[in-house]
């Protein structure tokens, strides 16, 4: 993973620090200065000041400094070539890095199919007369069509291979539905994973899609009522906090997070009026999520079941 220093120079020479900031914090001009609210750290009055000629940041109240890629590293909990690489993007200088391009190529075709799988779930729900009684069915649980739009709630149609003959169309390969955990195989014909469940897209740290979770709708004793994507490639369960991705500035901003054990307790919260909630897949945390946490504030509620299991996990 070298970026040659040229390219990495070519990119902070080239890249306007002021509209790249300012997709993220509001900017007003003052003087040669662009002054805005810190998103570092819970800012009510301006002490953020961009300079468009020095080509950096700094804030006066947390001491939060740097150029265009120390910002976007920071504020997006990147790695430097990571930055470099979103950085480049916004510029249109493309950045070619020697070794884990191939490695991540490979996981962005599972990105896309996982994406227009969630594209897939979200539209049968809306349109089909199958969608129609699931939608009764969220409703009844005091899910809206808000809280559906908003967590991307789909639903898995009962049918053997529609999400399979839909992602044939848009000319993905079958053997990569099968590595993104959404098709399998058996005697050369293709099924699909999830079938009549509504299905809630799971994110990992970075915010790509990486897999469902898919409950029965229609009362089945003899089916299990959750069934979760199998780990692989991409699906890590120490690497998915629910809802992370989306709520990492209100969490910074104020300074706490909520942690539950699933992801029904984040969208519970969600409706009492509180966004700044997260859920692991279960009681065991893993150092990286508990650093991806602590990135953002140190003041972690855990809510946890109140089960000995749960109260366990809490202590530790
Ligand atoms: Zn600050």
Avoid: W
Avoid at 61 to 68: E, L, M, Q, R, T
Avoid at 128 to 149: C, F, M, P, V, W
Avoid at 158 to 165: P, V
């Amino acid at each position: 993973m070298i970026i040659p220093e040229a390219t990495i120079q070519k990119i902070k020479d080239e890249a306007d620090i002021v509209k790249i900031i300012g997709e993220y914090v509001k900017l007003e001009k003052q003087g040669n200065n662009y002054k805005g609210l810190c998103p570092f750290h819970d800012d009510s009055n301006p002490s953020l000041t961009v300079s468009p000629t020095k080509k950096i940041y700094k804030c006066f109240s947390c001491n939060a400094s740097g150029n265009v890629l120390t910002f976007i590293q920071n504020h997006n909990h990147v790695s430097f070539v990571e930055a470099v690489r979103i950085v480049g993007e916004k510029c249109g200088i493309v950045v070619e890095t020697q070794g884990d391009d191939e490695y991540r190529q490979s996981f962005d075709k599972y990105y896309k199919i996982l994406q227009n799988a969630t594209n897939f779930y979200e539209f049968f729900l809306r349109n089909t007369t199958e969608g129609q009684e699931a939608r009764e069915y969220l409703h009844k649980r005091n899910l809206s069509d808000k809280i559906i739009k908003r967590f991307r709630i789909g639903l898995a149609p009962k049918e053997n291979d529609l999400l399979y003959q839909s992602l044939l169309k848009e000319k993905f390969q079958p053997l990569d539905m099968i590595e993104a955990g959404i098709v399998r195989s058996a005697s050369d014909q293709y099924f699909d994973v999830f079938r009549n469940r509504i299905v809630f897209p799971l994110e990992d740290l970075e915010g790509h899609i990486v897999g469902f979770s898919g409950r029965v709708y229609q009362d089945k004793a003899t089916e299990p009522k959750y069934l979760n994507s199998s780990e692989n490639k991409i699906f890590r369960k120490g690497n998915i906090l629910y809802n992370y991705f989306t709520v990492q500035n209100e969490i910074r901003q104020k300074n706490q997070v909520f942690l539950f054990e699933g992801f029904m307790d984040v969208i519970a919260a969600y409706r009492a009026g509180i966004n700044n909630a997260v859920a692991s897949m279960g009681t065991a945390l893993t150092v990286q999520q508990i650093k991806a946490l602590t990135k953002l504030t140190n003041n972690i509620t855990i809510c946890y079941d109140g089960d000995n299991p749960g109260i366990e996990a809490a202590k530790k």
